[in-house]
């Protein structure tokens, strides 16, 4: 399937400071890129990401978002391919071992993989003060650092991290922690994992549909200019990752709604249980 004739291109809906994004325009985009790229995806996969953007939109975040990958289509090239891209590339780099791709499975890092977003902390529109990371994790993880979003394995350079134990987000020294050790039926890291800064002291670490912890340290950090925002870690399995300017706990909840109910109309063996 292609839309390469009805889209608007990298000068379009996924690119330029001031663009509004519209659902249709995101998901054409995203569609002809995939194209251009050598990707391939289907009519249903087509519908999931336009009901997905549809979704985000009445949730009043569309337009706050600055990179999201959905890590969906029939191959690893339009698993790369961004949604959004108002920062970063718009066609990740792997680099390190994954496993064969799948859609139903999601992006599964086997080994040391790594998926690099192209988004850098110096040229992002966040602040310490202003930013939101999600990553949509379709099985428990277990380990140090076993998911995270940073710019290496170790916990100095990761910005939203999450075991089976804790979970943690810490940008520019304002931290987010929670034990994570007892939540229901088993699932503790499945789902939609999330840190949001709104302010210097309101800011929290989000699991599903629930606010599962909050600031519990305030420090004067800095910036990190030079850090690469990327998936890293091993045996990580990824329905998607988003960076937007901070969201309020209400639009964190309707973002993981959004999320699930994505991976849910593909088929991604995600159920209620993984929700709550």
Known sequence: MSLSNLSMGMSGPTKGVGVVLTPLGVAMDWAARVTANGGTYSTDTYDAVLDYLIDLDLAGVLNKILYLNARCGSDIIAARTALIAVEGTGLDTATGTFAAWNELNGLVNSASGIMDFGVKADNARTTANNIYIGVYSLADQAGLNAYAIGNTGSASGLLLRATSEYMIFDYAGRRSQTDV????????????????????????????????????????????????????????????????????????????????????????????????
């Open 181 to 276: 050790g007892n939540l229901p039926n088993g699932s503790k890291t499945k789902g939609q994992l999330a840190g949001s800064q709104t302010t210097a002291s309101v800011g929290g670490v989000f699991r599903n549909a629930a606010q599962i912890g909050n600031n519990n340290a305030v420090n004067a950090g800095a910036q990190r200019p030079n850090l690469n925002w990327r998936l890293v870690a091993a045996n990580v399995t990824s329905g998607g990752e988003i960076i937007s300017s901070g969201l309020t706990p209400t639009e964190c909840v309707n973002v993981s709604w959004a999320a699930h109910t994505f991976n849910v109309r593909l088929g991604r063996g995600v159920t209620a249980e993984g929700l709550f």
